[in-house]
């Protein structure tokens, strides 16, 4: 990449970069300037170095890199010695971390005659050791680099250097050098400064010896820092003191917050300090990065599983999904504290939780399904400093546009690449029509969502042109605080769990029978009170043990406590019409929603036409109906659900291509399905690879239909399952399931 490149100075930063150089040959000649002898002679005798010089002046001749790697405070003496040896194709690099005082060192040296090739820059990476027996090759691996070009600064000495630090496995972003110091004088600068600050303080302690004798191991990771080199962090406090005195001054406002929090035993203030702060630590990272909050889901999975006969056993399975996100949502915007058990510690549902922390809700846990929110009241949300992450969760993303569209700040939510891709325009449209603003992207009507704060909502009359439990909650939910009465009208019968739960936590609605479905009406300026709510086991996710239970050669499965929600319970009916032995037993109501052990022993399937009616009250299992359909005689029909068409993915087009790869004949309709069912053959799968396309209920299905297959099937990323039911490989498994997972 270069003839000659000129490092002034040999530290921990100059030294690993000119290692990195040199081990990927890109640069013929790697000269350095150092004032100890000792230091170029080791660099000529570790190799790194082809020369080395005590003057930069005669070092830099010729160089068409040159690094500048010393001390913040010396690199406008260093502008000095080199500038008559700069040409127009010389590319200066400082790698020092404050900007703004280096430009204006360079302003002042060179005046008009910047060189374009200036290009300052921040390696965001260190070591408790430094200097050039310390240097690392890979120390920039997976570290980012912040550039600060200027406006005179040339586009292609820009990319050059991008293209230098990506040979070191570095991540590049660019920046203004202003916004850059102020951000580095709140990340690195101060937490420095209060660590040297902190040793410094308890080393004049009268007690300093037994304080660091006992000190734990908080104590040292956090002091850690205090080890780097004074002279370097002097500069540095120096060179970035006006942003750094701005930091400080945030940083004893909040520790004056925290003292009188401390003095007033105030424990639910505390709670919220410290419960925000640790989910803040992990959440930044997953937002930044896309990345799933359990850390099993943020590898790549394949299941691997080979043919099995039986499925038996009484099992519980994953917590009711639609119910923890709306006990989250409800428990935020009440007054009083809720207790929540049962709650589904699933992607999704944690999105959930994130948002209403980023909101300035107080919450507990989650701690083995146990959540304890500490409500705000419908006015009492505040706005959250960056946008609101909902991960993959469709469901939390429309029911919040219902709640953030009435809040008096501007907010901003964002998704995984999956939901960046799903419809919001069916929540988006109504909304506008009861005054809210709101924005989402491109001609799909795909997240972000951009919503205006302070705007009056009107309640309005809504007849849906679709049964959407999501849209109809979405309305209700901005309905709480609009003027007058808000009525929802859906063509078909959806999930109730929000009406159910509104009346539990005691706001009126009202519900009534408007041909196949129903009108349900809520007038704004109630409120919500806190209540317990105990969380069902999720008929969604017991859908796939009712399915094994019914198509296993050896059937015999109970699942424990399943909410049966008649708007939930279409898979019951369905399979019932198809000839499942299945019965419910012990039968009661939680938290105002009716659970029962539901019982499934192995069935004779018969091919059905699936009533339109039910398709509502079973959208989300219809992919593993499909593979009960497959295992019975006869053809099965599906007609009106083209809904599933704009799920996590389009999962008739991706069930039906997974059908045909284990030998499934089967026709896809623009609102449905028709399936072939083979149920007069003991196997009725083949084997073979599937790719799930990252949709968890895909990857399920699948799974279950390993019990009538003859050989192995494997199925492609399923990390996903973890949004839904966290511990479903392992407990299929308990029940006769012969599941592999494999990790990447």
């Known amino acids: 990449m270069f003839e000659k490149v000129c490092f002034i100075g040999l530290g921990l930063i100059g030294a690993s970069l000119a290692q990195a150089m040199r081990d990927k040959n890109l640069a013929k000649s790697i000269v350095a300037v150092s004032r100890s002898q000792s230091t170029i002679d080791k660099g000529i005798n570790y190799g790194l170095l082809d020369a080395g010089f005590d003057d930069a002046a005669l070092a830099v001749q010729g160089s068409d890199l040159v690094v500048i790697a010393t001390p913040v405070q010396a690199v406008k003496k260093i502008f000095e010695q ?84 990506a040979q070191t496995g570095a991540e590049v972003v660019t ?46 990771d956090f002091t850690r820092i205090a080890a780097s080199d004074p002279t370097m962090w002097h500069d540095i406090f120096y060179a970035n003191k006006t942003a750094l005195l701005d930091a400080i001054d945030e940083f004893s406002e909040q520790l004056s917050q925290l003292k009188a929090i401390i003095e007033t035993n105030d424990s639910e203030q505390m709670l919220g300090v410290l419960t925000q702060a640790q989910a803040a630590r992990q959440h930044f990272g997953h937002m930044l990065n896309k990345t799933p909050y359990l850390e099993k889901q943020a590898m790549k999975q394949t299941y691997v599983i080979a043919p099995a006969q039986q499925f038996e056993g009484s099992h519980t ?38 948002a209403f922390r980023d909101m300035g809700v107080v919450i507990e846990g989650p701690n083995q399904g146990r959540v304890v929110i500490h409500g705000v009241g419908l006015h009492g949300l505040k706005p959250s400093h960056d946008p609101l992450y909902m991960g993959n969760s469709g469901t939390s993303m429309r029911l919040l546009s219902g709640i953030l569209s009435a809040q008096k700040f501007d907010s901003v939510m964002t998704g995984d690449p999956s939901l960046s891709k799903r419809p919001m325009e069916r929540v988006a449209k109504p909304l506008r029509e009861m005054g809210a603003k709101i924005q989402t992207t491109g001609e799909k009507g795909t ?274 399952v973890n949004t839904s039911f966290p511990n479903f490989a392992e407990l299929v498994n308990s029940a006769g399931l012969q599941v592999k997972v494999v990790t990447d």
Not at 93 to 121: C, E, H, L, W
Not at 672 to 685: L, S
């Open 82 to 165: 080199i500038k008559p040896f700069i040409t127009d194709k010389t590319i200066i690099m400082d790698v020092g971390s404050t900007k703004g005082n280096i430009i204006a060192d360079a302003s002042a040296v060179f005046g008009d005659d910047m060189p374009k090739g200036f290009v300052p820059a921040h390696p965001i990476a260190g070591a408790e050791k430094s200097g050039i027996d310390a240097r690392n090759a890979k120390l920039f691996d997976n570290h980012k680099i912040i550039l600060t070009p200027l406006d005179t600064t040339s586009k292609q000495a820009v990319k050059k250097v991008i293209a230098l630090w």
């Open 175 to 220: 920046m203004p050098a202003d916004y850059h110091d102020k951000v580095l004088a709140r990340t690195s600068h101060l937490p420095h400064l209060l660590a040297y600050n902190l040793v410094a303080q308890l080393a004049k302690h009268n007690d300093n010896m037994d304080i660091f004798r006992f000190a734990a191991g908080g104590f040292r």
């Open 317 to 354: 399975v994953a917590g009711d999904k639609s119910i923890s996100h709306r006990s989250i949502m409800f428990g935020s915007l009440a007054k009083g504290t809720t207790t929540v058990t049962g709650f589904l510690e699933g992607e999704d549902a944690l999105a959930t939780l994130q």
């Open 447 to 720: 997240p972000p969502i951009s919503i205006t704060g302070n705007q009056t909502l009107t309640g309005i009359r809504y007849e849906m042109p679709m049964a959407s439990a999501q849209v109809k909650s979405c309305l209700l939910l901005a309905g709480l605080w609009a003027q007058g009465t808000t009525t929802v009208i859906e063509p078909e019968v959806t999930r109730d769990h929000t009406e159910r739960m509104l009346t539990a936590f005691g706001y009126p609605v009202t519900v009534s029978k408007v041909h196949n479905g129903n009108q349900i009406s809520v007038t704004g300026g109630g409120e919500l009170t806190a209540c317990d709510i105990a969380v069902p086991a999720d008929i969604s996710s017991a859908a796939f043990f009712m399915v094994a239970g019914a198509i296993a050669q050896q059937g015999n499965v109970t699942i424990k406590k399943v909410g049966i929600n008649p708007t939930r319970t279409g898979v019951i009916d369905i399979l019932k019409l198809m000839g499942a032995d299945l019965t419910l037993t012990n039968e009661t109501t939680v938290g105002g929603e009716p659970v029962a052990d539901i019982v499934v022993k192995s069935s004779k399937l018969q091919g059905i036409e699936i009533p339109e009616r039910l398709v509502p009250l079973a959208i989300d299992e219809f992919p593993v109906l499909f593979v009960a359909a497959s295992c019975a005689t006869g053809k099965t029909v599906l007609h009106g659900a083209a809904e599933l068409r704009v799920k996590e993915s389009d999962r008739i087009q991706v069930m039906a291509d997974g059908l045909k790869t284990l030998g499934i004949a089967c026709t896809v309709l623009d609102d449905g399905i028709e399936i072939e069912g083979r149920g007069d053959v003991a196997q009725v799968f083949g084997g073979g690879e599937i790719e799930c396309h990252h949709d968890h209920r895909i990857a399920m299905s699948f799974t279950v239909a390993s019990l009538r297959a003859s050989d192995t099937i494997t199925i492609h990323g399923t990390e996903t």
